[in-house]
């Protein structure tokens, strides 16, 4: 059975049978109606204060708390910071004497190590995809479902190549 409203749940109502009067029947199923229209209008009245709250709020809204005096200083401290670090860098000369300079030899260390990493990153990809492979391996059924498709994709990667090139006897006829 369903529970009354929350609105009547507290209202203490006599049921309404030939035991009371008409009028007190007809008196009482009408209060409800009303209690519900001023809830009605009260739940109105609530939602559009706290519109009216939203777009107060919303129209005054700033991204950061601080003030504006402590927002403006930091950022004029932090400027006057970088202009003094490049004053600074700036009295020192350029340390490029050349093709043998000191800029020229870091050039090639970095070089160096840009290569050692791209051999390290792909060395650990591999491992890292090879790896559960190799496990998938060690069962006869999975290492012939793995050798059945590497041969596969080698087999489509050359077809698609040798078309590519034009090596193959197909001879296209456009009529």
Request: glycine share 8%; with cysteine; net charge negative.
């Amino acid at each position: 059975m369903a529970s009354p409203p929350a609105s009547l749940s507290g209202l203490a109502c006599p049921p309404l049978n030939s035991l009371h009067g008409g009028k007190q029947a007809g008196r009482l199923a009408v209060a409800p109606q009303q209690e519900s229209m001023e809830t009605a209008a009260a739940d109105e009245n609530e939602t559009h204060q706290l519109l009216r709250q939203e777009e107060d709020m919303s129209s005054n809204s700033r991204t950061c708390a601080l003030p504006t005096w402590a927002l403006i200083g930091g950022i004029t401290a932090g400027v006057a910071a970088a202009m003094a670090l490049s004053a600074a860098a700036a009295r020192r000369p350029a340390l490029a004497l050349g093709p043998e300079g000191p800029l020229v030899e870091e050039f090639w260390d970095n070089m160096r190590r840009y290569a050692l990493y791209a051999l390290t990153v792909s060395t650990g990809v591999a491992y890292t995809v090879l790896q559960p492979i190799v496990e998938l391996l060690k069962n006869p059924i999975t290492a012939l479902l793995i050798v059945a498709f590497l041969a596969g994709s080698g087999f489509l990667v050359s077809q698609v190549l040798n078309a590519m090139v034009g090596n193959s006897d197909f001879i296209y006829r456009y009529e």
